[in-house]
């Protein structure tokens, strides 16, 4: 290298240095990137559904109670009040479930899910249907005999499918931070030691 002319010398330094920039300059960007799609996938596949299973979990509450308000008081008012809620918050729970099922499932998520499908026909088929139909009739007495005999029981399968869904975005949320936080590490790590290996290397050239 002491053979060469200081402008070659020079040539060849600046190009190296320039190439390493590329390098490294690349390695963030590539960083950035996979961080932003990090980013994306916790927004759109663990935070929107975890704020629409939660949406549910409130709209099958606000079920219980407008199904015990008409069974304490049944008169045809409130009844008809009680019946156009329970009516709203099925077709919401609907519309927030099909926006759920839309994105991507992980197995686990996929036999959750299920098992939230399949225990919420059963609750709506044998509990709240036949609620209902009591107290259309009129018989509230009925309809409470249903809500403790089948409604209760019916509906804890199905609350437990939700949370357990709720807690599995949690999860997921967590092995996406715990990856993009091992890919910041290993990107810093390769920066790093480009640059101290640029700066041994330029020390040779320069010399």
């Given at each position: 290298?002491n ?13 190296f240095?320039?190439?390493?920039l590329?390098?490294i ?35 099958m ?14 008169t045809?008012?409130v ?24 994105k ?48 209760r ?24 931070f715990e ?12 920066s ?5 290996l ?10």
């Amino acid at each position: 290298m002491n053979n060469l002319k200081i402008s070659t010398r020079l040539s060849v330094l600046i190009g190296f240095l320039a190439l390493l920039l590329v390098a490294i300059s690349s390695v963030g960007l590539y960083g950035m990137s996979q961080s932003n799609d990090a980013m994306e996938r916790v927004y759109t596949d663990r935070t929107v559904p975890i704020g629409n299973l939660g949406d549910i979990e409130v709209l099958m509450l606000a079920n219980r109670v407008a199904l015990a308000t008409a069974e304490i008081t049944p008169t045809p008012e409130v009844i008809a009040a009680s019946l156009a809620t329970v009516d709203k918050d099925l077709a919401d729970i609907d519309r927030l479930w099909k926006a759920y099922m839309a994105k991507s499932l992980t197995p686990d998520e996929a036999r959750l899910a299920a098992s939230f499908r399949a225990s919420r026909e059963a609750y709506i088929k044998n509990g709240l249907e036949p609620t209902l139909l009591a107290l259309k009739g009129g018989n509230a007495e009925e309809a409470q005999a249903i809500a403790v005999s089948r409604i209760r029981p019916l509906s804890e399968p199905m609350v437990k499918a939700l949370h357990d869904l709720k807690a599995l975005q949690v999860t997921e949320a967590r092995r996406e931070f715990e990856a993009a936080e091992a890919a910041y590490t290993t990107i810093l790590t390769v920066s790093l030691t480009c640059v101290v290996l640029g700066l041994v290397a330029a020390s040779v050239i320069g010399q």
